[in-house]
């Protein structure tokens, strides 16, 4: 039997690693609002014949609109600007056949007042946590016979936050190389990345309380390794056939849909090892009364480097 519990630590400090460097990415770059959020203008755009990139986003630019951000995905570009009228669209879209003589299909179109951004802005926020909070409240509750259920609920979502804070890194990185924003879809992606993983915490958590109640040992750390060993296959199962659709869709889906598949898949592959590694780990470390001497080992390997 692999001992995953017994070398947590090392577990803990990669995730503490990783989660450093997602942290200090979002405090110096922070995440590139899309229109969802400041208001604007989206289009999915097909050109017959295929144009070059640049040259498409210098004759946006020639238009007038050089905060413009031009994303291609196999043959459609995602042209990003401030808000437009339909005449200023039907205009910009005639400038372009003309300029680089090629014939012009709008797939996708979508513009958002300033208003209605500022209003999603705060109802995303709005439901990231109250998502949180039910989450919390519901492990609580299903796991309430064993003892300290807040300290399962806790464990869960410190997990949850561990992958949220990951995947918004690697965004904020994006954003800043890349030019990548987030909108209303990295808001939905990261709710389905907490629905779908907490999906595999509790079933671990569960694995847990049955083997409590089997009385297999005395020694928690014992019972969450022999669950962890248990309920392996059906995590790494699950995950891999959800991983090959959401990697076909990242590799085929369209310009429209991109990023959110790419939430979708970072997060799933951050979640899974959440909810291996951390979340049973953590509720371990923490009825053993361990913060002390992790917190130490983390010191310590940080005034090495």
């Known amino acids: 039997m692999i001992d995953f519990v017994g070398k947590r630590q090392w577990f803990f400090l990669a995730s503490a690693v990783a989660v450093l460097v997602a942290v200090v990415a979002l405090i110096a770059f922070g995440l590139r609002p899309g229109i969802d959020f400041t208001g604007g203008t989206s289009m999915t755009l097909h050109f017959e014949p295929q144009v070059d990139q640049t040259e498409l986003r210098q004759t946006v630019w020639d238009f007038g609109h050089t905060e413009a951000s031009i994303q291609g995905s196999n043959d459609d570009y995602l042209v990003r600007l401030k808000q437009l009228t339909p005449d200023e669209r039907d205009a910009l879209i005639a400038t372009l056949e003309t300029n680089l003589g090629s014939s012009?299909?709008?797939?996708?179109?979508?513009?958002?007042?300033?208003?209605?951004a500022t209003e999603t802005a705060e109802k995303a926020g709005l439901a990231v946590v109250f998502a949180s909070i039910a989450i919390l409240l519901y492990i609580a509750w299903a796991f309430r016979r064993m003892p300290s259920p807040l300290k399962w609920g806790a464990s869960a979502i410190l997990a949850l936050i561990h992958n949220v804070l990951i995947v918004a890194g690697l965004f904020a990185l994006l954003g800043k190389f890349r030019g990548v924003e987030v909108d209303a879809l990295f808001i939905?992606?990261?709710?389905?990345?907490?629905?779908?993983?907490?999906?595999?915490?509790?079933?671990?958590?569960?694995?847990?309380?049955?083997?409590?109640?089997k009385g297999i040992s005395?020694?928690?750390?014992?019972?969450?390794?022999c669950s962890l060993v248990e309920t392996m296959v059906r995590t790494v199962n699950t995950s891999l056939t959800t991983l090959c659709v959401i990697l076909a869709l990242l590799l085929f889906g369209g310009a429209t849909i991109h990023y959110f598949i790419l939430v979708l898949f970072a997060g799933l592959l951050v979640g899974t090892y959440s909810s291996v590694f951390i979340a049973g780990p953590l509720l371990v470390t923490w009825e053993k009364h361990e913060w002390k001497?992790?917190?130490?080992?983390?010191?310590?390997?940080?005034d090495s480097a």
Request: aromatic residues 6%.
């Open 104 to 116: 012009v299909t709008t797939l996708d179109y979508n513009a958002v007042s300033a208003s209605i």
């Open 218 to 225: 005395t020694d928690m750390g014992v019972i969450v390794n």
């Open 293 to 302: 001497q992790v917190v130490a080992t983390l010191r310590a390997v940080r």
């Open 188 to 213: 939905t992606g990261i709710l389905t990345i907490v629905g779908y993983t907490i999906n595999n915490t509790v079933v671990v958590f569960d694995r847990m309380r049955e083997n409590l109640a």
